[in-house]
């Protein structure tokens, strides 16, 4: 008979979701044990966020030297050494490991290694050991899907692309939504030679069309190749690199193939279906406070349906901890969930785009300005293009808020207060934006907004 331990709380998967979760509950004076087959930190910091924008920050620097000349400042670039590169990033990672492990550990939450199963509504197996909760959390995460294909030597997913010890000569990249240009972005900045194949009319699908149409125009300055509209049939490879037929009979071909179309949830063969819990397309079905329905059982993270996003799982990790400890916490507006795309230009936005807006309350009920950063000093400054484009209901609050621009990433912000506290631009009367700053940009819409525009043209 297998021994069984007994928690309040008992989470499968320690990513952002699942580690945030049990500081929480730790915190809150809960026993916790944290079950985790890899290691702490999941995707986000081994596999996804972190180690990408070490890369993005060296693509940055790349490009800085590159250019550097045309501000007086000499200097030559001549490569990366993706040895040295690699070390960088992965220090990163360790040092950020290292803290998080600790700081588990020190909300005296258990960590269990190993890959678990649920067995019951309130029992998870894991190393032979049954594990009882009196809540139990799913946090098993997403994984990059692959349309069917083999992962190889050259056919990759981010997981691969992220541990290349040389930079690509050429690379053709599947799917132009957030993975695919940022990647993108970081192998042109090291030199290689990329296309873009995105099935849907534009970059980034999900962003306003505004956006999409700013991120092609600098795309294509960039050299960057893009093709929208374009359905991937078959990959060959061979010695020379792989040939990548689309659905127009056009052939591409690379030296390797990153397929970046998107994530799917880890949820199969856990136990979750025979334990009664609803799967739609694998991701698991949860009311608007995140149970499953079933007993005491919870989920959160990339598994839930929604934007899969690592400050999205840290939330309602948040939540559901709240939730178990009876501090019925507010329920998460997705709406307000803010979206940053780390490519260069970078894009930020929250809230609704354009089209949707109109959707929601008709086309005429809808008021939008741009304030372009041809007008921003400190954009100038960094020589990109870009804007700030607010998006308002009609004499009512802003419901989207949307950037594109070299660093604009850290403008989200603010961004994020003014649609989630449904912002009316005299709310921002008497408040100014500091001097010369990119963030001054958005002050800048506001005014527009409030129809006296202080640097633009009426
Ligand atoms: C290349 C890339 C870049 C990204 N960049 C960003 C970004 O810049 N910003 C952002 O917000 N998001 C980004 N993301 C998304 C972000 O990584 C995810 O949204 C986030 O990691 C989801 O957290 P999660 O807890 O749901 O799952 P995960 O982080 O996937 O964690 C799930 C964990 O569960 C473990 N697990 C699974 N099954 C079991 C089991 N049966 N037993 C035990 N353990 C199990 C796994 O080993 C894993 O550690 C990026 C993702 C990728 C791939």
Same mark, same amino acid.
């Given at each position: 008979m297998a021994e069984q331990k007994e928690y309040d709380v008992v989470i499968l998967g320690a990513g952002s979701g699942g580690y945030a979760a049990a500081m929480r509950a730790g915190q809150l004076g809960l026993s916790v044990a944290l079950i985790e087959g890899d290691k702490v930190g999941g995707t986000c910091l081994h596999r996804g966020c972190i180690p990408t924008k070490a890369l993005l920050h060296a693509a940055e620097v790349a490009d800085e030297m590159r250019e550097s000349a045309t501000i007086g400042v000499q200097g030559t670039f001549t490569g990366i050494d993706m040895n040295a590169l690699n070390a960088y990033k992965n220090g990163v990672v360790d040092k950020m490991y290292k803290g998080l492990s600790g700081l588990i550990v020190? /909300?005296?939450?258990?960590?269990?290694? $190993?890959? *678990?199963?649920?067995?019951s509504p309130d029992t998870i197996e894991v190393n032979g050991e049954l594990i009882k909760g009196k809540n139990i959390i799913l946090a098993t995460g997403s994984t990059s899907k692959t349309i069917g294909q083999t992962i190889t030597q050259r056919v990759i997913t981010s997981e691969q692309a992220l541990n290349m010890d040389t930079v690509p000569e050429s690379v053709i990249v599947l799917g132009g939504g957030v993975i695919g240009v940022e990647f993108a972005s970081i192998w042109n900045s090291y030199g290689a030679?990329?296309?873009?194949? +995105? %099935?849907? +009319? /534009?970059?980034? !699908?999900n962003e306003d069309v505004a956006v999409s149409k700013t991120l092609e125009r600098a795309f294509r300055k960039r050299k960057?190749?893009?093709?929208?509209? =374009?359905?991937? +049939? /078959?990959?060959? +490879?061979?010695? &020379? %690199?792989?040939?990548?037929? =689309?659905?127009? $009979? #056009? /052939?591409?071909?690379?030296?390797?193939?990153?397929?970046?179309? %998107?994530? *799917? !949830?880890? #949820? &199969?063969?856990? %136990?979750?279906?025979?334990? *009664?819990?609803?799967l739609d397309r694998g991701f698991v079905i949860t009311n608007e406070r995140l149970h499953t329905g079933v007993g005491n059982i919870y989920a959160v993270g990339d598994i839930v349906p929604g934007v899969q996003l690592a400050h999205r799982g840290f939330l309602q990790g948040l939540f559901v901890a709240e939730e178990i400890a009876g501090l019925q916490p507010k329920v998460i507006d997705e709406n307000t969930i803010p979206r940053v795309t780390f490519c260069n230009p970078e894009i930020a936005s929250v809230g609704l785009t354009t089209t949707q807006a109109e959707e929601k309350f008709g086309k005429e009920n809808v008021e939008t300005v741009e304030f372009n950063l041809a007008g921003n000093g400190k954009s100038q400054m960094l020589g990109t293009t870009g804007f700030v484009k607010l998006v308002r209901e009609k004499d009512g609050p802003i419901v989207g808020f949307h950037t594109i621009g070299a660093r604009m990433g850290e403008q989200i912000g603010e961004g994020q207060l003014m649609v989630a506290w449904e912002a009316l631009p005299e709310d921002f009367a008497g408040l100014i934006h500091a001097h010369p700053s990119q963030n001054e940009s958005i002050g800048e819409a506001i005014l527009a907004l409030a129809g006296k525009p202080l640097h633009t043209h009426n």
């Open positions: 020190s /909300r005296k939450v258990e960590i269990i290694n $190993g890959w *678990g199963k649920l067995v030679d990329v296309t873009i194949i +995105e %099935g849907l +009319e /534009r970059l980034v !699908p960057i190749n893009f093709k929208t509209n =374009t359905l991937f +049939e /078959r990959v060959e +490879e061979d010695y &020379a %690199g792989v040939h990548v037929y =689309t659905k127009d $009979g #056009t /052939r591409f071909d690379a030296q390797y193939l990153l397929i970046a179309i %998107g994530r *799917g !949830p880890v #949820t &199969a063969n856990f %136990g979750y279906e025979e334990q *009664g819990i609803t």
